[in-house]
């Protein structure tokens, strides 16, 4: 109870698991950004409760949607079918830099295990381990983590050509190309907050 309590108590929660668990209160942030966007009219199941719920639920959440829902990579008319939140919140580039600071925050917190600005990655996993193999709601969330992590790139990479970036084939990508979706991808949640700092915004017109 104490890890939920005092999240950034470094004598009762090791940093590493601080930035853990304070993540999942971005992933779904950056997940609603990327999925939203391309959402409107899908015949099978609609994105914002299961964004919304992902908050709460994480990736028990979220995956129903990710498995039922339709491809939505092809450039088309998406600008116009956005709804005002999408709009104007998750595409605005200031909910970009503040996810981007949140992001780069927590990472320096857990990687300098409790202190900006020094690197102490074998001293962040030392203090994490006991709490991991001896907490249920270390594990969980951990575990939850980590299958956000992983479901990320194929949504990013349909973002992406939704936005007309990373066409064709990866091995026909230009080096500027395959550097920025390795990092976005590879980067647990940072990735995704550089991602939306620097993605294009959409077209509007053409062909879905």
């Given at each position: 109870?104490?890890?939920?309590?005092?999240?950034?108590?470094?004598?009762?929660?090791?940093?590493?698991?601080?930035?853990?668990?304070?993540?999942?209160?971005?992933?779904?942030?950056?997940?609603?950004?990327?999925?939203?966007?391309?959402?409107?009219?899908?015949?099978?199941?609609?994105?914002?409760?299961?964004?919304?719920?992902?908050?709460?639920?994480?990736?028990?959440?979220?995956?129903?949607?990710?498995?039922?829902?339709?491809?939505?990579?092809?450039?088309?008319?998406?600008?116009?079918?956005?709804?005002?939140?999408?709009?104007?919140?998750?595409?605005?580039?200031w909910n970009a830099v503040l996810a981007l600071a949140g992001t780069a925050?927590?990472?320096?917190?857990?990687?300098?295990?409790?202190?900006?600005?020094?690197?102490?990655?074998?001293?962040?996993?030392?203090?994490?381990?006991?709490?991991?193999?001896?907490?249920?709601?270390?594990?969980?969330?951990?575990?939850?983590?980590?299958?956000?992590?992983?479901?990320?790139?194929p949504v990013l990479l349909e973002d992406g050509r939704r936005r007309g970036?990373?066409?064709?084939?990866?091995?026909?990508?230009?080096?500027?190309?395959?550097?920025?979706?390795?990092?976005?991808?590879?980067?647990?949640?940072?990735?995704g907050g550089v991602w939306l700092l620097l993605r294009p915004e959409l077209?509007?017109?053409?062909?879905?």
């Amino acid at each position: 109870m104490q890890v939920i309590n005092t999240p950034f108590e470094a004598s009762q929660v090791p940093p590493l698991f601080a930035g853990i668990f304070n993540s999942l209160g971005i992933w779904p942030l950056l997940y609603a950004a990327v999925l939203l966007p391309g959402a409107a009219g899908q015949s099978t199941i609609p994105a914002a409760p299961f964004c919304a719920g992902s908050f709460f639920l994480g990736a028990f959440a979220l995956s129903p949607y990710l498995a039922l829902r339709e491809y939505r990579g092809k450039p088309g008319d998406h600008r116009r079918k956005r709804d005002w939140p999408t709009r104007n919140v998750l595409e605005s580039r200031w909910n970009a830099v503040l996810a981007l600071a949140g992001t780069a925050y927590l990472a320096l917190y857990a990687l300098g295990n409790g202190t900006i600005g020094a690197v102490a990655p074998e001293a962040a996993w030392a203090g994490f381990l006991p709490l991991f193999t001896q907490s249920l709601t270390a594990h969980v969330s951990s575990v939850d983590f980590m299958v956000l992590w992983m479901f990320f790139p194929p949504v990013l990479l349909e973002d992406g050509r939704r936005r007309g970036r990373f066409a064709g084939p990866p091995g026909e990508w230009a080096s500027a190309e395959k550097a920025l979706f390795a990092f976005c991808a590879a980067v647990p949640v940072v990735g995704g907050g550089v991602w939306l700092l620097l993605r294009p915004e959409l077209a509007q017109g053409g062909e879905e």
